[in-house]
């Protein structure tokens, strides 16, 4: 995936520089506070911890705290950068481990090149945390340092760079090879590369069951072969092998297996074609994989393969690995990741692969269905399930080998994971992931706003979208000059020229000319990019619009009614925000389109809404809200919102869905069961429909400024075809955030599921 060099610079330094900070996790709001955190209270753990050095997992932040030490000696593909300049490449580690398994991180970069001297440094950082993960120090100096900390320290030590690609990718193999029938002792692997991830890989490998007589191992110079006089060390010579191969091609005649841990297009079709029946190709290389899925399809159609990226199936992507491997292992206090914890590890991915995938995460990828076989031998980056089978597995090995120091109840540890990280901290990237399965043309009339180009550049970079843009070519490239926005590839469409515009104006005519509009108005109507853009969306031209950033509420959504209008199913049209928390996911409508619908328009918006939030992956918990509890109060209001519960459940007898009901009793779980365990709503609502639009529309805004939640919205539902808007003023990633969604409408509209 491309990027925009100035547009990574913006991201790292706007704001508060980086990507990461410290957050308090107690008050200190008063003098009270202020003596318990510090002095004179914070000697009584001080001297606790002094008697019982246990107790430090207690008191302090250490059982949750994880070290990303590195040296800068090998980052990524950019090679000996060195310590600083490697600094956001950790930041951005200890981002996917908070993300991912709620994990703090203290990213560390050490200033030397000796391995002696970080070894010396962890060592000394063995009373601050919970585990070290190495990051980015260079072969073979990583598994001398990795192995001398492992047998000094009583913390867990864990190299990611060697283990993370073997663990992910043992999982794969072991799947891949039921699919194809072989057995695992039989099969010949040729690994591209012999760096630390594929000399770790192939190691795992072998305690997986692949012979090491069968493993061919090829670098820059060739096959490693016994006697080989060049680039040699003691672990390339554990996979050196007697034999007359001394090219990658030779090797891969009759292979059964290729594993790339190198750089991209160093492997052939002609050379693919040589392998033996029902090849696997894992060409992990990343970005570029050494051969694409594409290019070996065209040569064998009985393959299966895996890469490192998104855009294909099967990813195999080390976030499945090392987030839930260090929580299992902080979470028993294991003193070292040892290699049955790996292979627990390897074997839960595996065995999740096979389970059945629930609807949620098929449709959080785009997808109807998901089953185990060429395409999904391996579970989604995205699958909140990882955390649950993982981390389990890998504190029960710890148990099991005697390294864990802390015992758990497996019941009891699943059920403090399902509440440790709620599903909203993976919903954008979902969202995102699921958008580019299959990106749409997303028309912006607001084709001259330099937000909206930028964003446009962001969506076309990372797959998301294919943005149209529509207004004057000129101006349009100018703001971009003066941007620093690269427009190669993104569209523009100006309505006062477009070859179009006789055509959209006779659409316009026809669907208005009832409604006092001539032919000529509707020329005219036409330099409105608004209307332009829905008469797109109308003819098929387009897949969705986004549009209101520079524009009040009305005068964006008036033409996409008046040219597209309702779902003639639904019959109204309502707005929805997404509220993403840090911990849940709330929905609110109808927050900005009709100001006091009845019972029956209520009970539709809120039908309208359960649809949506299901192609989110979310199952809708529904709270109907008024000012009274279950007719505490006899009003009007009241009535009218619980006619509408009634109504919606004759329609959908299976929804959760309750009301009339408070804000506070939809939300409070505890509050539910204790005062009205009669209430068909068991779980805390997610989907908040309000009765009026004066409510809404206030209690959305608060909630979003006050709350600290990421807003999308609104959200049009009940359209006809997918049309959104932006709040007024709207920033780029609002922007991107709500094209995102409006390709997901576009897609369940492409599959006639809306």
């Known amino acids: 995936m491309s990027y925009d060099r100035e547009d990574a610079l913006d991201y790292h330094a706007r704001g508060r520089p980086g990507k990461i900070a410290v957050v308090p996790t107690k008050p200190l709001d008063n003098q009270r506070d202020l ?11 001080c001297l606790e911890i002094q008697k019982t050095p246990e107790d430090a997992y207690k008191y302090t932040a250490k059982g949750n705290l994880v070290a990303v030490v590195t040296n800068g000696t090998a980052v990524l593909g950019l090679g000996n950068i060195g310590a600083l300049a490697s600094k956001p490449v950790m930041e951005g580690k200890a981002n996917l481990f908070k993300q991912f398994a709620d994990l703090d991180v203290f990213d560390i970069e050490v200033g030397s090149e000796v391995p002696d001297d970080l070894i010396t440094f962890c060592k000394l950082l063995e009373p601050t945390v919970g585990g070290i993960n190495l990051e980015d120090i260079r072969a073979p100096d990583c598994f001398y340092i990795e192995q001398t900390l492992r047998e000094a320290l009583k913390i867990p030590v864990f190299h990611d760079d060697q283990h993370g690609t073997a663990i992910i990718s043992g999982a794969a193999l072991l799947n891949a090879l039921e699919l194809v029938t072989k057995d695992i002792a039989d099969v010949r692997v040729v690994f591209s590369g012999a760096g630390a991830a594929a000399l770790s890989t192939a190691e795992h490998y072998v305690r997986l069951g692949v012979k090491r007589e069968n493993i061919t191992m090829s670098d820059l110079h060739g096959v490693v072969y016994a006697g080989r006089p060049v680039a040699m060390d003691p672990y390339k010579a554990r996979f050196a092998r007697e034999t007359p191969m001394r090219t990658i091609t030779e090797a891969l005649v009759g292979a059964d297996v290729f594993v790339g841990l190198s750089a991209g297009g160093v492997i052939t079709g002609s050379m693919v074609a040589q392998m033996a029946e029902r090849p696997i190709i894992f060409a992990l290389a990343n970005p570029n994989p050494e051969i694409t899925p594409d290019e070996v399809r065209a040569v064998r159609d009985d393959a299966i393969i ?4 998104s855009d294909y199936p099967n990813q ?3 976030v499945l690995g090392f987030p839930f491997i260090f929580r299992g292992a902080l979470d028993v206090r294991a003193t070292q990741i040892n290699e049955e914890m790996k292979m627990a590890a390897t074997r839960a991915l595996a065995s999740l692969a096979k389970q059945g995938v629930p609807d949620s995460v098929a449709r959080l990828y785009g997808l109807s269905s998901v089953t185990f076989g060429k395409e999904y031998i391996i579970p989604y980056v995205f699958d909140p399930r990882v955390l649950l089978w993982v981390a389990p597995a890998v504190a029960w090995a710890a148990v099991a080998t005697g390294v ?16 440790r990280l709620g599903r909203a901290r993976g919903i954008m990237r979902g969202i995102m992931s699921r958008a580019m399965q299959s990106p749409k043309r997303v028309v912006f009339p607001e084709g001259e706003e330099p937000k909206i180009i930028e964003a446009a550049r962001i969506l076309l970079d990372e797959g998301i979208a294919q943005p149209v843009l529509l207004g004057n070519r000129a101006t349009i490239e100018r703001v971009a000059a003066e941007s620093r926005i690269a427009m190669e590839d993104i569209e523009i469409e100006d309505p006062y020229s477009s070859g179009h515009r006789d055509e959209y104006a006779k659409y316009l005519f026809e669907r208005r000319q009832r409604k006092g509009m001539s032919l000529a108005e509707a020329h005219q109507r036409l330099s409105n990019g608004n209307y332009f853009g829905s008469v797109m969306v109308a003819l098929g031209h387009a897949d969705a619009l986004v549009s209101g950033v520079n524009l009040h509420y009305p005068e964006t959504i008036r033409p996409a009614l008046q040219v597209i209008g309702a779902q003639p199913e639904v019959g109204i049209v309502s707005g929805l925000y997404m509220l993403v928390f840090e911990r849940h996911v709330v929905f609110c409508g109808d927050t900005t389109v009709n100001i006091d619908p009845t019972a029956e328009q209520l009970a539709q918006i809120a039908e309208s809404a359960t649809r949506l939030v299901r192609t989110f992956g979310i199952e809708p918990h529904v709270a109907l809200l008024s000012f009274s509890n279950f007719g505490s109060v006899q009003h009007a209001e009241t009535k009218k919102v619980s006619r509408a519960v009634e109504l919606l459940r004759a329609r959908n007898p299976t929804l959760m869905v309750d009301g009339e009901m408070q804000a506070d009793t939809a939300v409070d779980e505890r509050r539910l069961k204790t005062m009205y365990p009669f209430s068909t709503l068991t779980e805390r609502a997610n989907v908040l429909i309000f009765p009026n639009l004066s409510a809404g529309n206030i209690a959305y805004k608060l909630l979003n400024h006050l709350g600290g939640a990421t807003a999308i919205g609104p959200i049009l539902v009940g359209m006809r075809l997918p049309v959104h808007v932006l709040e007024e003023g709207a920033e780029v ?5 709500m094209a995102a969604v409006a390709v997901i409408d576009a897609q369940q509209h492409a599959a006639g599921t809306r």
């Not at 802390?406 to 994971?417: A, N, P, V």
């Not at 990633?733 to 955030?737: G, M, P, S």
């Open 733 to 737: 990633q609002d922007i991107v955030n």
């Open 306 to 309: 895996a890469t490192g990226r």
């Open 35 to 45: 003596s318990l955190a510090y002095s004179p209270g914070v000697a009584a753990p």
């Open 316 to 318: 195999v992507n080390n």
């Open 404 to 419: 864990a120091t802390h015992f758990i109840d497996l019941d009891d540890y699943r059920t403090s994971l399902e509440t």
